[in-house]
Structure formats: structure tokens, C-alpha cells
């Protein structure tokens, strides 16, 4: 992998550079990518020490949890098509200390995944501020890419959202109009197209729709109802396959109407009864099956036998 921190800007014009050539409009087969979250550099020191509004002054623990995601990742045979990373990236908060620190040991972490595998970022609630503006939103797009963009895999639509203009968007309005503009296009250009149908539509976002149930009550670790309704209707009826999220710190999530909503847990701090770990995604013809692992486990043991025979039908 170059040494340009370059290789992190994936995502610009709404575009993912890493896979955007004509050839992944057509399906070819099974196929399988990584979905991770919350990394969150310096969360578990600011859990220990309970005070979590700070930034955690120390991070050691999860630039080395990181490392070894990026181990087991890169010893998996076949190559995983991608990897991605649904938010929180670090634990500060813009503007605030140990931010910039926090960031560049993220990378360096990261730079030892295999090139071959394309990384991909989506934006959380601390890489932006819970309630985002222009500065911090163009912030994160300075570090790490779009907040917001689509691209295609082996005949598959990937739609990677900023769901914090869902949640706060009071500080930059116009913003969150310009994704939900963006969505509706999106939608209807894949729901309404007749050549280069996607065989599925997936979605990346931090913050889950639900935890459990779409009627459950509002919760800081889930999408308001009437915004969820709303989100969840425009989905089905574009025919979305599955939400991917983190931001729980713990594995969730359910399936409802023909729409899965996955709510993995976190490569860093862990705020439930679930270990460190990343999840396994194979993507068929008719469905997208998914499973979580634990760091260790996908190291030593690899993808599941039954995964492994999805993939070769």
C-alpha cells in the first residue's frame, strides 16, 4: 500500500474511487466484504475512566485491536472485495484534544491492510460532532472522503450514508437536504432502472434505524421514529436489501418487511457481552448472508465452512 495518505480519500465527487470501473456494474458470481465499526481511538480509556465527553488521552489498546482486524483480514483467502468501516473512527470529537493524534495512528494502523483490498469510510457522530456544520463535515471530508457516495460491486449498489444529517442536522440544514436530494435520486435511478439493475442494494450508515423493532421507542443509539419511518419506507420501496451500522457497541439489530437492519458491534471499545470483531458478508444471488467473528476467531480459523460453500455456488 502506497505511503500517500492519498490512499484514505476514497470517496470524492460522490464516487468511490477504489471500485468504480464499468465491470463491477455486472454481477459475476458470489462474493464477500468486511463490515467493521467503532474503532473509536480513545474510548476505552474515557470508559475506564468514566468520563466519556472527554477524548481519552490514551489509545493504545484499540490502534492494536485495529492492527489485528487488519491481520485477520488480510490472511482470509479469498480476498474479501472490501472492507468497511461504519463510523467512529476515533473517540474525540472535532475541535477538541488529541483529535489530530488520535487520527494518524488510525491510518497508520490501517495502512498495513492488503492493497487489494479497497477500504471504505462512513462518517459517525464523534468523526463529525453530534450536532455537525460545515467546518466539521468538510473536517472529516478533508481526512477521510465524502461523507456521502455510492459505488458498485460485482452488480451490486452500495449507498454510504451520513446518518448524523438524519439525527442533528439543525446546524447545517442545507446539508442534510443536499444528501436527502442525493438519496432520492439514488433510489429511484436504481429502483427504475431497466439495464444495470443492481442485483442488490445495500446501505452504510453509523447510527442504526433500529436496535430491535422499528417501533421502538427514540434512543441515543437509534434514529428517531418519524425519521426512521421515513428512511425505511423510501428503502423498501427501492428494494433495499439490507442497512449496515455500528455506533450500539454491541450486536443487534433484526428483520422486518424484507429489509435486514445489522447492527454490528465494535473493533474497539465493547459496551455489551460481545468480543472485539469484525462481520463476514456474502452477497449471493438471491440473498446477503452475514455473520459476526471475533477478532481471534477470524484469525485462527477463517470463514465459516458454510460461507465458504455460498461462495463457491
Given at each position: 500500500m502506497a505511503d500517500s495518505e492519498d490512499i484514505f480519500l476514497r470517496a470524492k465527487q460522490r464516487t468511490f474511487s477504489g471500485l468504480t470501473e464499468d465491470v463491477e456494474h455486472e454481477w459475476r458470481g458470489p462474493f464477500y466484504?468486511?463490515?467493521?465499526?467503532?474503532?473509536?481511538?480513545?474510548?476505552?480509556?474515557a470508559w475506564k475512566d468514566g468520563d466519556c465527553d472527554g477524548g481519552g488521552d490514551e489509545w493504545a489498546e484499540e490502534v492494536e485491536l485495529t492492527k489485528q482486524a487488519v491481520e485477520a483480514v488480510n490472511h482470509l483467502q479469498p480476498r474479501p472485495r472490501f472492507m468497511v468501516l461504519c463510523g467512529d473512527l476515533v473517540h474525540a470529537m472535532p475541535d477538541?484534544?488529541?483529535?489530530?493524534?488520535?487520527?494518524?495512528?488510525?491510518?497508520?494502523?490501517?495502512?498495513?491492510?492488503?492493497?487489494s483490498i479497497p477500504l471504505?469510510?462512513?462518517?459517525g457522530n464523534h468523526d463529525l460532532g453530534n450536532t455537525p456544520n460545515d467546518r466539521t463535515v468538510e473536517q472529516y471530508c478533508t481526512a477521510w472522503g465524502d461523507d456521502y457516495f455510492s459505488f458498485w460491486v460485482g452488480g451490486v449498489l452500495c449507498l454510504v450514508l451520513n446518518s448524523q444529517l438524519f439525527y442533528d442536522a439543525s446546524a447545517c440544514p442545507e446539508l442534510k437536504e443536499a444528501q436527502e436530494i442525493w438519496l432520492?435520486?439514488?433510489?429511484?435511478?436504481?429502483?427504475?432502472?431497466?439495464?444495470?439493475?443492481?442485483?442488490?442494494?445495500?446501505?452504510?450508515?453509523?447510527?442504526?434505524?433500529?436496535l430491535k423493532n422499528p417501533d421502538?421507542?427514540?434512543?441515543?443509539?437509534?434514529?428517531?421514529?418519524?425519521?426512521?419511518?421515513n428512511l425505511l419506507d423510501?428503502?423498501?420501496?427501492?428494494?433495499?436489501?439490507?442497512?449496515?451500522?455500528?455506533?450500539?457497541?454491541?450486536?443487534?439489530?433484526?428483520?422486518?418487511?424484507?429489509?435486514?437492519?445489522?447492527?454490528?458491534?465494535?473493533?474497539?471499545?465493547?459496551?455489551?457481552e460481545d468480543t472485539h470483531g469484525v462481520r463476514v458478508v456474502v452477497v449471493t444471488d438471491s440473498d446477503v448472508v452475514?455473520?459476526?467473528?471475533?477478532l481471534e476467531q477470524l484469525r485462527?480459523?477463517?470463514v465459516d465452512e458454510d460461507l465458504r460453500k455460498l461462495l463457491q455456488a
Amino acid at each position: 500500500m502506497a505511503d500517500s495518505e492519498d490512499i484514505f480519500l476514497r470517496a470524492k465527487q460522490r464516487t468511490f474511487s477504489g471500485l468504480t470501473e464499468d465491470v463491477e456494474h455486472e454481477w459475476r458470481g458470489p462474493f464477500y466484504f468486511i463490515q467493521a465499526a467503532d474503532p473509536q481511538l480513545g474510548l476505552m480509556k474515557a470508559w475506564k475512566d468514566g468520563d466519556c465527553d472527554g477524548g481519552g488521552d490514551e489509545w493504545a489498546e484499540e490502534v492494536e485491536l485495529t492492527k489485528q482486524a487488519v491481520e485477520a483480514v488480510n490472511h482470509l483467502q479469498p480476498r474479501p472485495r472490501f472492507m468497511v468501516l461504519c463510523g467512529d473512527l476515533v473517540h474525540a470529537m472535532p475541535d477538541t484534544p488529541f483529535r489530530e493524534g488520535q487520527e494518524r495512528d488510525l491510518k497508520a494502523a490501517l495502512k498495513g491492510m492488503d492493497p487489494s483490498i479497497p477500504l471504505v469510510f462512513v462518517s459517525g457522530n464523534h468523526d463529525l460532532g453530534n450536532t455537525p456544520n460545515d467546518r466539521t463535515v468538510e473536517q472529516y471530508c478533508t481526512a477521510w472522503g465524502d461523507d456521502y457516495f455510492s459505488f458498485w460491486v460485482g452488480g451490486v449498489l452500495c449507498l454510504v450514508l451520513n446518518s448524523q444529517l438524519f439525527y442533528d442536522a439543525s446546524a447545517c440544514p442545507e446539508l442534510k437536504e443536499a444528501q436527502e436530494i442525493w438519496l432520492e435520486e439514488q433510489l429511484n435511478k436504481a429502483s427504475s432502472a431497466t439495464e444495470l439493475k443492481p442485483k442488490h442494494i445495500l446501505v452504510f450508515q453509523h447510527i442504526p434505524l433500529y436496535l430491535k423493532n422499528p417501533d421502538e421507542e427514540d434512543d441515543y443509539f437509534n434514529l428517531q421514529r418519524i425519521v426512521r419511518q421515513n428512511l425505511l419506507d423510501k428503502f423498501k420501496k427501492a428494494g433495499v436489501k439490507a442497512v449496515f451500522s455500528g455506533h450500539y457497541h454491541r450486536n443487534a439489530g433484526g428483520c422486518h418487511g424484507g429489509l435486514d437492519m445489522v447492527v454490528s458491534s465494535a473493533i474497539g471499545c465493547q459496551l455489551g457481552e460481545d468480543t472485539h470483531g469484525v462481520r463476514v458478508v456474502v452477497v449471493t444471488d438471491s440473498d446477503v448472508v452475514h455473520r459476526y467473528y471475533s477478532l481471534e476467531q477470524l484469525r485462527m480459523q477463517g470463514v465459516d465452512e458454510d460461507l465458504r460453500k455460498l461462495l463457491q455456488a
